[in-house]
Each structure stands twice: as structure tokens, then as C-alpha cells.
């Protein structure tokens, strides 16, 4: 299991820049994909996340659920189409949601029978939801509930996460935060 990556990977999504792909659509790639064996997000496994989603917060998720975000899958070395730059993505990396686009880009290998390759997944539906929602004061704002309830789903599952949470808490804070 890939314990931290996603931690490390929303970091450099941060620094660089701040629908689904079901299995009845065709899939996109990212930019320069490996030729590897597809993987498949299927509705069921979206509506499955979504409605966890929904019991555990108090978010509107109309939005997401008739339009869900597009999800596209890359490789380690791709270069994705990411808000207004190019992103590389490395072996720290396991998804970046990428707001101007309504798209969540998952790195393989990703597998829906892995419970923290979902989780993966719902940390960036959860910022699907959470942009449709409301403003959030800066762009690192959403990841310490995204985080935290990535971990309450990782442990529904029984899988203990190895977040850092002082570091997760510091990608949280908006720069008038930093200030008090």
C-alpha cells in the first residue's frame, strides 16, 4: 500500500498550481500515456464514494452527482494538462483534481478492489465537492477535512493511514492563518 504519496502529491499539486470516466464512456489519458492494462472507475464505484460522502458531511452533492468530475488516468513521467501549466507527475503523486477542468487525473496503477487506491479517489471527489460548495479562503484551505475524512473512510476500512498531519496541517494554513 502507498502510504504518504497522497500527502506528498497534493503538496506539489499545490505548489504548482492551485466526469468520470465511467465504464459505459470512453477514457481519456493523460498527456504521453504507457501503454498498460486499462483501469476503470465505474459509476457504481463514484456513487459508492459519493454517498459516504454524504452521510459523513453536510455538503450539497447534487453537482457532482449529475455531473461528476471527468477522471482520466496517467502515468509516473506524464505530463498532464493541469489548471493553466503543464504537471509532471512523479512516483510521489497518486491524483490532482484539477478544478478548471472539473477533472481528477489518478496515477497508475490504480485498482477499485484496493481500499486506499478508492480512497485516493474519494480525497479528490471530496475536492470536487468541496469547490462546488463553497469559497475557500486559499487553494491548501480543503485539505485538512479532505484528509480527514480520507482517514475516517481509510479506517471504516481498517487501514490505519500514515499521514503526516503536522505537515497536512501547514498545507492548510492560508497566509493571514500564518500571521495570528
Not at 500500500?1 to 470516466?21: E, I, K, Q, S, Y
Not at 485498482?111 to 479562503?137: C, F, G, M, T
Amino acid at each position: 500500500m502507498r502510504f504518504g504519496g497522497p500527502v506528498l502529491g497534493c503538496v506539489l499539486v499545490l505548489l504548482l498550481a492551485t466526469g468520470v470516466a465511467a465504464a459505459e464512456q470512453s477514457e481519456l489519458e493523460c498527456s504521453s500515456p504507457a501503454q498498460q492494462a486499462q483501469s476503470v472507475v465505474t459509476r457504481n464505484d463514484l456513487d459508492t464514494l459519493i454517498g459516504w460522502i454524504a452521510l459523513k458531511t453536510d455538503y450539497d452533492l447534487s453537482s457532482v452527482y449529475h455531473d461528476p468530475p471527468e477522471i482520466v488516468f496517467c502515468e509516473v513521467g506524464d505530463v498532464v494538462d493541469y489548471e493553466t501549466d503543464g504537471l509532471l507527475v512523479d512516483e510521489l503523486l497518486a491524483a490532482a483534481y484539477d478544478l478548471s477542468r472539473r477533472r481528477i487525473n489518478l496515477v497508475r496503477p490504480w485498482a477499485a478492489d484496493d481500499p486506499y487506491d478508492l480512497s485516493v479517489l474519494l480525497h479528490e471527489v471530496i475536492h470536487a465537492v468541496q469547490l462546488d460548495n463553497r469559497k475557500w479562503p486559499c487553494l491548501g484551505a480543503p485539505e485538512w477535512e479532505a484528509y480527514a475524512l480520507q482517514s475516517l473512510w481509510l479506517a471504516e476500512h481498517g487501514i490505519v493511514p500514515d499521514f503526516d498531519w503536522d505537515f497536512i496541517y501547514m498545507i492548510s494554513l492560508c497566509p493571514t492563518d500564518a500571521d495570528d
